[in-house]
């Protein structure tokens, strides 16, 4: 009794490293959002938005 069988789950790399790495208005915008995101797909939206030519401003609208 009081034995669960939860896996837990691995984590590549540190997650408040994650948070700190993206660019300053991106981690700005990212600690005021209304919803919950992962560094990640911040992260990864952000790159593609930087392909397309996007500015900064234009990628947190």
């Known amino acids: 009794m009081g034995q ?3 896996h837990r789950k691995l984590r590549n790399g540190d997650p408040m490293l994650a948070y700190k790495g993206p660019p300053d208005p991106l981690r700005q915008w990212l600690s005021e959002a209304a919803l919950l ?3 990640s797909s911040v992260r990864q939206i952000w790159s593609i938005s930087k392909v397309k030519g ?3 401003e234009e990628t947190l609208l």
């Open 37 to 39: 995101w992962s560094p």
């Open 54 to 56: 996007l500015t900064s």
């Open 4 to 6: 669960f069988s939860l």
